[in-house]
């Protein structure tokens, strides 16, 4: 069995683990330098910072497994501390946390597919952008954006988010109704944006909680947290804040000059935070995520009648829960599918 995953995103790594024992010869193209998509990592003057997916939650027993029991655990982290509240006005209120744990590593986000990957003999080519597919001969064949040849498979795995995914459907070279059907339902699910403002400073904010979201859906800001509560993320006596902007704001300054949509979005932090040090980062770091978080799920049945031609989708958008543990989950159960299909 000869399988192709494009992206190598948490499902994606998911996927190519779930395959590990299945014999199959598993290729992985990502177009990014890195692995773990959306739950991404970066390092910068002595931190490390998670600037897309802030952590996982323990809500799937199976992903928990893998994460505590499986996979190596060291420098597996919680974070302890609260998530707190605030209004449209910025009225900040105590605790909307349950019992669940936050996890991370000490070392970012992007272990988990790096993990994962770890554990499998998937060959994973980076820096490489899928933009033809096309069916010959009953197998899939693949090249990139400059139409060089990437191979042919007998399975192909499409993880890039719904409107990616859906951008490589239009354009499949293959004769057959359920592509046609496919590429609709996968092209109907909706995207929230969100702008991300990374402020580091000097000095600690003492404040009684890792992060505050808003509530209402009508505030600048959606999310703000402090990644300095991270193990090993930030030395200390430092403090570096991630804002995740509220959708509607973010999507409405996706394609403005970043420098911009940062400086707008420090002004309503530190209004927030009513901590005019706030105002003044010694240094910032900025992604605008175009398609940040799926707003629904894949409707029909059109991904599971593709899947007799060995043609599968999988991702966060596929089950329509914008979190990583759904995004491994879909990708372990999709693994076992292919593997149970040969
Ligand atoms: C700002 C933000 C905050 C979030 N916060 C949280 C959180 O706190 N907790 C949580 O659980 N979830 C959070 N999420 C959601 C979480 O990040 C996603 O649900 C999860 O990472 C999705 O994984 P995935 O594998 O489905 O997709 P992705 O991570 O998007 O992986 C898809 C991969 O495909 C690659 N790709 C795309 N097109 C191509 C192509 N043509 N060729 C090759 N490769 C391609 C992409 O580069 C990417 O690496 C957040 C997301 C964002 C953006």
Redesign the pocket.
């Known amino acids: 069995m000869t399988v192709a995953i494009?992206?190598?995103?948490?499902?994606?790594a998911a996927i190519a683990y779930s395959l590990r024992e299945a014999g199959a010869d598993v290729t992985v193209?990502?177009?990014?330098r890195g692995v773990?998509?959306?739950?991404a990592t970066r390092r910068r003057e002595g931190c490390r910072y998670d600037y897309?997916?802030?952590?996982?939650?323990d809500d799937d027993e199976r992903v928990t497994r893998l994460l505590t029991e499986e996979l190596d655990t060291d420098g597996l982290v919680e974070i302890e501390d609260p998530v707190w509240t605030f209004d449209g006005e910025g009225a900040i209120s105590e605790g909307r946390d349950g019992d669940e744990r936050k996890r991370t590593y000490e070392a970012g986000i992007t272990q988990i597919a790096k993990r994962l990957f770890a554990r499998t003999d998937a060959t994973v080519h980076r820096e490489?952008?899928?933009?033809a597919v096309s069916r010959e001969d009953g197998d899939w064949s693949l090249a990139d954006t400059e139409d060089t040849d990437l191979g042919t498979f007998d399975t192909l795995v499409l993880?890039?988010?719904a409107p990616?995914t859906a951008e490589?459907l239009a354009t499949t070279r293959w004769d057959d109704g359920r592509r046609v059907t496919l590429h609709d339902a996968v092209a109907a699910v909706d995207y929230a944006s969100?702008f991300?403002a990374v402020c580091h400073y000097p000095f600690t904010l003492d404040r009684p909680w890792y992060a505050l979201v808003n509530t209402d859906r009508n505030h600048q800001v959606g999310w703000l947290s402090r990644e300095e509560l991270k193990p090993g993320h930030v030395p200390d006596g430092e403090s570096l804040l991630v804002a995740?902007m509220g959708h509607d704001w973010s999507g409405e300054r996706i394609d403005d000059d970043p420098q911009d949509v940062l400086r707008q979005s420090v002004g309503h932090v530190t209004e927030l935070l009513g901590d005019d040090r706030v105002a003044d980062p010694d240094w910032t770091d900025t992604q605008g995520?175009r398609y940040?978080?799926p707003n629904d799920g894949l409707s029909g049945n059109a991904h599971r009648e593709c899947e007799a031609a060995g043609l599968y989708v999988a991702?966060?958008?596929v089950v329509g829960e914008?979190?990583?543990?759904?995004?491994l989950r879909n990708?372990l159960d999709v693994g076992e599918r292919i593997a149970e299909r040969h």
Do not use: I, M
């Open positions: 494009v992206g190598a995103g948490a499902a994606g193209f990502e177009k990014s773990c998509g959306r739950a897309g997916a802030n952590y996982v939650k490489t952008r899928v933009g993880t890039p988010p990616q490589l969100v991300t995740q995520w940040a978080l991702g966060d958008w914008a979190r990583v543990h759904a995004a990708g």
